[in-house]
């Protein structure tokens, strides 16, 4: 069965900084995988997805993440974070069932000023 | 607003009732997908329907739990008895249901109960 670990649970960054959150993944196949953030009151929204291709994957908000098969890892970079930034981040892998979503337990990003 | 909507974003309830949450994904969507998502943790996968078909419920918590989607629309969650440890966030979610498509989220049925 697939799982998704996040190790961080807490981050807190200087705002301006660079930073990278941590997934790691367990999945007999390629995967496809997704980061999601949540900020309170708001529903997830998709950041970025990898399911083939370049290794190195843009997404949206300035967001940018690396899947390395030989780590089983998919993390997660902003050179420079802004205060808005400040949410819960998930990764995921996608499962054979009906394409289910397996998350991991989320990171907390705080972002000093 | 095109998105995915659920109704009620709050409920509270008191130990015993039963409730049921609605769930209206993005109108060309076939996949319809509910999540649990209790305090500090992942989202959790609870089942999903392709059109009015529910193809895997082998991961709703208990026989308290029922979904329905009746005309490949809307879906509703339903939770008999509830207890306490039912408390938490339930997410729905769409998708056009093919691999590696984003699942749109809805913002969750906040569930309270006493």
């Known amino acids: 069965a697939q799982s998704v670990t996040q190790p961080d649970i807490h981050i807190t960054v200087s705002e301006g900084a660079s930073l990278e959150l941590r997934c790691n993944y367990s999945?007999?196949?390629?995967?496809?995988l997704f980061w999601y953030v949540q900020s309170p009151g708001q529903g997830l929204q998709l950041l970025l997805k990898y399911f083939s291709g370049d290794t190195l994957v843009q997404g949206i908000k300035g967001f940018e993440a690396e899947f390395k098969r030989s780590q089983s890892s998919f993390n997660l970079r902003k050179p420079s974070v802004h205060w808005s930034d400040a949410a819960e981040y998930f990764c995921?892998?996608?499962?054979?069932?009906?394409?289910?979503?397996?998350f991991g337990g989320g990171t907390r990003l705080m972002v000093k000023p | 607003d095109t998105g995915v909507s659920q109704d009620p974003r709050h409920k509270i309830t008191k130990r015993g009732q039963n409730v049921t949450f609605r769930c209206d994904p993005i109108?060309?969507?076939?996949?319809l997908y509910w999540y649990r998502q209790t305090l500090g943790q992942g989202p959790e996968f609870l089942t999903y329907f392709q059109n009015e078909a529910q193809l895997e419920k082998s991961r709703l918590l208990s026989d308290r739990f029922s979904a329905e989607r009746p005309k490949g629309s809307f879906s509703t969650l339903e939770i008999q008895r509830t207890e306490q440890g039912d408390s938490a966030m339930y997410l729905c979610?769409?998708?056009?249901?093919?691999?590696?498509?984003?699942?749109?989220f809805g913002p969750g049925t906040r569930l309270t109960v006493l």
């Open positions: 979610a769409s998708s056009l249901g093919l691999a590696g498509n984003e699942q749109f």
């Open positions: 995921a892998v996608e499962g054979n069932a009906g394409n289910m979503l397996t």
């Open positions: 999945y007999g196949a390629t995967p496809y």
């Open positions: 109108s060309e969507h076939n996949r």
